[in-house]
């Protein structure tokens, strides 16, 4: 078992491929953790006990939407938003 892990590791190309996805991952999950500004996050979580379709659809996004994540708005419009409040 630890010979193929040795010869996963041994390729370059493979090793970097493997550690990237590893990366994108984890900055994913920490950034699930940020909640987008303003939100009113109890608001929220009386809605998402109030609605089984919200909370199943919570469940399907990893819980992000109890948390208002950033990551489940995306993070273009998000970005876009900032630049745009800055330019105002």
């Given amino acids: 078992m630890f010979e193929s892990f040795h ?6 190309e493979l090793r970097n ?4 996805t590893i990366l994108a991952l984890v900055v994913y999950r920490l950034i699930s953790h940020v909640s ?4 009113n996050l109890d608001a929220i979580r ?4 109030g609605s089984q379709v919200l ?4 469940l399907l996004t990893g819980g992000q939407l109890q ?3 950033v990551v489940l708005m995306g993070l ?4 876009n ?3 745009i409040i800055q330019l105002l």
């Fill in 17 to 20: 491929k493997i550690l990237f």
């Fill in 46 to 49: 009386v809605l998402m006990e």
């Fill in 76 to 79: 273009a419009p998000y970005i």
């Fill in 55 to 58: 909370g199943a659809f919570s």
């Fill in 81 to 83: 938003a900032v630049i």
């Fill in 7 to 12: 010869k996963i590791f041994s390729i370059t």
């Fill in 67 to 69: 948390n208002f994540s």
């Fill in 36 to 39: 987008v500004p303003g939100a």
